[in-house]
């Protein structure tokens, strides 16, 4: 497999990542921490389910301890961090700390051996970031209350370890994506855990409300993370980090076309920066 097929093909997570919020609003009042134990389970069984016709898959979850502490602690460590700022800071504000981490993977990937960081890396990266500010500041004030201080220093450390799990990965390039499959049993095990701590269990009140949740586990809390293992361990982790930005503003177009949200001038601006942004990064991959 090229670098360019695997960036591509990483490329497939942040398209799915876009389509979490709109899904996400079709499931109903369901806990975050409920949620999240029932699609991570059904995206770590629908990658079991492939080792039928492969059953060599399934000794890939014969990895060291190290292996398993950055697969889970990214996966749940990330989504118990962001669950925990949603809760205790504005989901604006919230938000937008939490994409720092396209940011982050790009200058994290300097440290990788046989990576280098270009001058159109970063400058991709740091227009995909005005652009994301100007699409969150459509939304918010960006005032910063010392109440909150908690809940948005929860959301940059979610950034922080979303990024740091990225590049791990591509440390980890000789491990089989296969174990993500593990990776996310266990979180959906973990997740449960805080549920019963700290929610009230809520079930679906309708068939359309269960097709969103299998709906969620099979595509953004499945797929997407088995398509961006590939991606950041054979992929162009650089162009991956810079396009990640394009998540929000694809997320917004999503609300927008399913009547949840309404069209603005800054959604245009930010679009311009952040797909600007994304070819400026790209322009290696492009040329090839």
Known sequence: ?????????????????????????????????????????????????????????????????????????????????????????????????????????????????GERLAPHHLIGSTLGLFGTVLLFAG?????????????????????????????LSRRLASVPTDVVAGFCLATAALAAVAHLLVEQTVWPDNAAQWLAIVALGIGPVGLAFYVWDIGVKRGDIRVLGAAAYATPLLSTSFLILAGFAKPTAALAVAAALIAGGGLIAAKDMIRK
């Not at 190290?66 to 949603?86: D, N």
């Not at 910063?144 to 370890?161: H, Y």
């Open 1 to 113: 497999m090229t670098s360019r097929t695997a960036t591509l093909i990483g490329l497939a997570a942040i398209l799915m990542w876009s389509l979490l919020a709109v899904m996400t609003v079709a499931t109903g009042r369901i806990p975050a921490f409920q949620l999240a134990a029932m699609t991570f389970a059904i995206g770590g069984l629908a990658g079991c389910v492939s080792w039928l016709f492969r059953p060599k898959g399934f000794r890939a979850l014969r990895q060291p301890a190290a292996v398993w502490l950055v697969g889970v602690g990214g996966l749940f460590g990330y989504h118990a961090l962001y669950f925990i700022a949603l809760r205790q800071a504005p989901p604006a504000e919230a938000g937008l700390l939490n994409y720092l981490w396209p940011l982050l993977i790009v200058l994290f990937s300097a440290m990788l051996p």
């Open 139 to 167: 939304n918010t004030s960006i005032v910063f209350e010392r109440a909150q201080m908690s809940g948005l220093a929860a959301a940059f450390m979610a950034a922080f370890v979303w990024a740091a799990y990225s590049v």
